[in-house]
């Protein structure tokens, strides 16, 4: 009895060894040691199936299929353009701020607004806001001519209001 209770243990771990053994080879060979997975298409309907290489297995007829395959590395590349490095640029804006300026207009329905920045700021955007009949026409849009606000010109509409707005920054280069 003692005799049999010794086979089976041995047998019994026999076995277990075995299985945990084939499991391991089994699973450490997807993906490969590089880190690559490899399967195919069957040609017949299109079908994508795992293989192992590494327990000899190949697509036959089918067409292969890798993924996370590395690529070939690239070329350094050139430190600026044909060597050269690029211009330092400017100091930047800063002290964002928006003024507006509202104004009606005349009778014949021509009118301007001007909205101005504080004195040391430049406009380095702005637009404006016509209320009144659909068919005021904007002319003009644009910073004035020394960029310390921005102007509105606006025609075709008798004694309504055009409103301009500045967006004013501290001018970072002068």
Known sequence: MKRRLVQFGIAAMVCSVAALVGAKLAVATIPDGNGAVHGCIKSSNGQVYLIDPGAGQACGKDMPLDWNKPGATGQQGIDGFK?????????????????SDQETTDSSG????????????????GGYELSGPKHMVPLHSAPTSDGSGWVVDVTDAPSQTVIAFAICATDGGS
């Not at 301007?112 to 040391?120: F, H, L, N, V």
């Open 110 to 125: 021509n009118g301007s607004a001007e909205a101005d920045c504080p004195s040391g700021k430049v406009a380095v955007a």
């Open 83 to 99: 060597g050269y490095t690029g211009f330092r640029g400017t100091t930047g804006r800063s002290g964002y701020e928006q003024t």
